[in-house]
């Protein structure tokens, strides 16, 4: 019986052959190890991704929500102003009415003192006489 192989002991051989293989074993065992840390950490990937998603699904829906409440606070602003600008027209017309009649209320208040003083003067007189 043959006792090498290609100039290399048979025992040798044996032995290089058993590392290989267990070699092999471990290198295997590394694999299935990582393949299962790779899927778990693709389901963790997926269900963040996932959560994501949902998260700006949900921005989204709060985007058009406030764009519609923006829309509906830009009526009423110009509502709110378009009543301002009638109010301060009407306040201005007040205004002046107030002025005109604190100016007639001056006018009547001289045209009565000018009556009580023709009035004391009528009766001075007609004390006199």
């Known amino acids: 019986m043959r006792k090498t192989i290609f100039g290399y002991k048979i025992s040798e051989v044996n032995k290089i052959i058993e590392n290989l293989r267990e070699e092999n074993e471990n290198l295997n065992a590394t694999i299935v190890t990582l393949k299962l840390h790779n899927k778990n950490n693709g389901n963790y990937k997926n269900a963040k991704y996932i959560l994501l998603e949902e998260d700006l699904k949900n921005y989204e829906k709060d985007i058009i929500n406030f764009k519609i409440e923006n829309k509906e606070l830009k009526t009423q602003i110009s509502i709110l ?4 600008e009638s109010l301060n027209k009407q306040n201005a017309k007040l205004k ?4 005109n009649l604190h100016k007639e209320n ?3 208040k001289e045209e009565l003192a000018q009556l009580a003083n023709s009035q004391v003067a009528v009766t001075y007189e007609g004390d006199l006489l």
Do not use: S
């Open 81 to 84: 102003t378009n009543e301002i």
């Open 96 to 99: 002046e009415q107030n002025e």
């Open 106 to 108: 001056i006018i009547l």
